[in-house]
T-cell receptor
Framework: DGGITQSPKYLFRKEGQNVTLSCEQN?????MYWYRQDPGQGLRLIYY???????QKGDIAEGYSVSREKKESFPLTVTSAQKNPTAFYLC????????????FGPGTRLTVT | GENVEQHPSTLSVQEGDSAVIKCTYS??????FPWYKQELGKRPQLIID?????GEKKDQRIAVTLNKTAKHFSLHITETQPEDSAVYFC???????????FGGGTRLMVKP
């Protein structure tokens, strides 16, 4: 399970609270991604970053924010503006150039009540 | 933007039979098509991928075919085994593996 890690595995929050999910990689990958997975559905892209200090919105960025201050780290904040935040969140990383493969972390299951 | 549809949503086969999962995409500029396998509660893992300059790729019991004209691609698993049971996702990308758009997933069940 080395290479890309996410913590914690399970996270519980009350409605109205912001929460930050951690994603760290030691693969020296330039690009990092956040996806949301809902039961029985595919993965949907929230944000991605191809280089430090730069990131772009994906298909469902509303209610989320990210930062990319270090190459190794790409934290995701789920804000109180996200209407339905309970989901499984997956982080991924990719080396730019050469291989196109995205490597996924183990995921964080967020439950908001 | 890109739209990827995947069928069937569930597939049950007998051990030893073949399984085929099909995906269609909308953006003719898409040039990279990976397939991921996700076991229950685990991370998705790449099992095979294909770029638009080839029509077929094989890796042991797994193969992927791509029809650019019809904008569809398929995953073929032969001699299925119980450990093949998982959810399989197809995806498409326009730019070198960035901005992946995923299909809705297929739950494959292999009965011993």
């Amino acid at each position: 399970d080395g290479g890309i890690t996410q913590s914690p595995k399970y996270l519980f929050r009350k409605e109205g609270q912001n929460v930050t999910l951690s994603c760290e990689q030691n693969l020296n990958h330039d690009a990092m991604y956040w996806y949301r997975q809902d039961p029985g559905q595919g993965l949907r892209l929230i944000y991605y970053s191809q280089i430090v200090n730069d990131f772009q919105k994906g298909d469902i960025a509303e209610g989320y924010s990210v930062s990319r201050e270090k190459k190794e780290s790409f934290p995701l904040t789920v804000t109180s503006a996200q209407k339905n935040p309970t989901a499984f969140y997956l982080c991924a990383s990719k080396r730019q150039g050469g291989s196109y493969e995205q490597y996924f972390g183990p995921g964080t299951r967020l439950t908001v009540t | 933007g890109e739209n990827v549809e995947q069928h069937p949503s569930t597939l049950s086969v007998q051990e030893g039979d073949s399984a085929v999962i099909k995906c269609t995409y909308s953006d003719s500029a898409s040039n990279y098509f990976p397939w991921y396998k996700q076991e229950l509660g685990k991370r998705p893992q790449l099992i095979i991928d294909i770029r638009s300059n080839v029509g077929e790729k094989k890796d042991q019991r797994i193969a992927v075919t791509l029809n650019k004209t019809a904008k569809h691609f398929s995953l073929h698993i032969t001699e299925t085994q119980p450990e093949d049971s998982a959810v399989y996702f197809c995806a498409a990308s326009v730019e070198a593996g960035n901005m992946l758009t995923f299909g809705g997933g297929t739950r494959l069940m292999v009965k011993p």
